[in-house]
């Protein structure tokens, strides 16, 4: 996998956890730092291992035919992303005590990870170094996670919609460019 490559899905994959952190952050949880850069990091590292590993079998068992898979399946989670960016919350102080419990991190990040399944899965559907995607991620994530919780505690969520639809838009885009072959 090109650098550039890397390093722009490494960006599109962390935009969301920016997102999240910077409304964790906006709702008073940057106490929690540690523990929600821990619980995200752990997530966006294995998650990813685990997709390739099931786009290498997946490839194994079709080969030829599916050169296309990954391709829909990055601009279907960019389409998804995109049209839930906006959508409302439950309320801000049930949601911070509940998300930033070890539970709650676990299966936000859980949920969080679901699109790096997809994107590994995609990317095992070719050949690629997993390690060194998973560490790009999960570099890249626990890098936005912590600017998130910063910037969000002290400029609030105003910017949360935005990010998450970047992040849509920029997993479109990637998978466009896969399809045409230009990356």
Known sequence: MPLVELLVLGVIVAANNMAVAL??????QHARRWRIVLVFGAFEFCVPLIGIL????????IEQEVAW???VLLALLGLWTLATSWQQAAPEDTLAS?????????????GLSLDNLLIGFSLGLGTVNAL??????CAFSVTFTWVGLRVGHTAGATYR???TAAAGALL???AVLKATQWI
Do not use: D, K, N, Q
């Open 23 to 28: 409304a964790l952050g906006a709702l008073g």
């Open 54 to 61: 099931l786009g290498r079998t997946t490839a194994r068992w």
């Open 69 to 71: 898979v990954g391709v």
């Open 98 to 110: 509940r998300v930033t419990t070890w539970l709650g991190l676990t299966v936000l990040a859980a």
């Open 132 to 137: 060194v995607v998973a560490t790009t991620i």
């Open 161 to 163: 919609h935005y990010l």
């Open 172 to 174: 479109i885009i990637l």
